[in-house]
C-alpha cells in the first residue's frame, strides 16, 4: 500500500512565526502535492511538484512557499505564520495508471492553527 | 471561484436510502472526472472516477452519472449504510494533464 506520512496531525503556531510541514511518500511517485482544506471550499492547490528541486505554483501559493530536495520528500513552509493560514493541510503523491488517469494518494492531514 | 461546483454541501440519508451528490462544472476542457471519499481524521481516498466517454459507471453501490451536454455528473449511492458516513469530493482534469480542481465537498450522514 501507497503510504504519505505527514509528520505532525496537530499543530498550533503563533502569527508571525515561521512553520515547516514535512510529508514523506514510499512509493517512489514523482508528483507531490500540496492542498488546504478548509469547509465549503473543498481542496484547494497550494503548490506541487513534478521532480526533485522543480516546484509549481498551485492555486493559492500567497504566503508559502515548498522544498523538495529529495524525491521522497516534499515541505511546505510558511514563512511567517498568519491567522488566515489555520487549515487543514494534506499532502499527496500521485501515479498516473495505464489509463492516463491519475490517482492521488493522500496523507492524514496537519491541522494548523495560528494564534 | 470554483470551477467546479458541488451540491448539497451536507446530505442526511437513512440506512437503505439512495444518496446523491451532484456536481456541475464550466469548463470544457475537462476530460476526467474523480471522485474522493474522505473518512473523519484520513486523507481523501480515490473512490471512483468516469471519463466522458460513457454516461454512466457503476462500481458495486456507487455509480457515476454524466451528462456532457449539460456539463453535470453525479455519485449516487445505493442501499446507503453507516459506513458510507464520510465527506465526498468531486474533481476534474483537463486534457491538458494539468491538476485535479475539487469540488466543495459534500458531509454525508447516513442514519442506523
Known amino acids: 500500500d501507497v503510504k504519505v506520512t505527514q509528520s505532525s496531525r496537530y499543530l498550533v503556531k503563533r502569527t508571525g512565526e515561521k512553520v515547516f510541514l514535512e510529508c514523506v511518500q514510499d512509493m517512489d511517485h514523482e508528483n507531490m502535492f500540496w492542498y488546504r482544506q478548509d469547509p465549503g471550499l473543498g481542496l484547494r492547490l497550494i503548490y506541487f511538484?513534478?521532480?526533485?528541486?522543480?516546484?509549481e505554483k498551485g492555486d493559492i501559493p500567497e504566503g508559502y512557499s515548498v522544498s523538495r530536495e529529495k524525491k521522497e520528500r516534499f515541505s511546505l513552509i510558511l514563512e511567517s505564520a498568519s491567522t488566515n493560514q489555520t487549515s487543514m493541510y494534506l499532502c499527496?503523491?500521485?501515479?498516473?495508471?495505464?489509463?492516463?488517469?491519475?490517482?492521488?494518494?493522500f496523507g492524514s492531514g496537519t491541522q494548523l492553527s495560528v494564534l | 471561484q470554483q470551477q467546479v461546483k458541488q451540491s448539497p454541501q451536507s446530505l442526511i440519508v437513512q440506512k437503505g436510502g439512495i444518496s446523491i451528490i451532484n456536481c456541475a462544472y464550466e469548463n470544457t476542457a475537462f476530460d476526467y472526472f474523480p471522485w474522493y471519499q474522505q473518512f473523519p481524521g484520513k486523507g481523501p481516498a480515490l473512490l471512483i472516477a468516469?471519463?466522458?466517454?460513457?454516461s454512466e459507471k457503476k462500481e458495486g453501490r456507487f455509480t457515476i452519472s454524466f451528462n456532457k451536454s449539460a456539463k453535470q455528473f453525479s455519485l449516487h449511492i445505493m442501499d446507503s449504510q453507516p459506513g458510507d458516513s464520510a465527506t465526498y469530493f468531486c474533481?476534474?482534469?483537463?486534457?491538458?494533464?494539468?491538476?485535479?480542481?475539487f469540488g466543495g465537498g459534500t458531509r454525508l450522514m447516513v442514519k442506523p
Open positions: 468516469i471519463r466522458p466517454d460513457v
Open positions: 511538484s513534478y521532480d526533485v528541486k522543480m516546484k
Open positions: 499527496a503523491s500521485s501515479l498516473v495508471d495505464r489509463g492516463n488517469n491519475e490517482k492521488l494518494f
Open positions: 474533481a476534474a482534469v483537463n486534457n491538458a494533464g494539468n491538476m485535479l480542481t
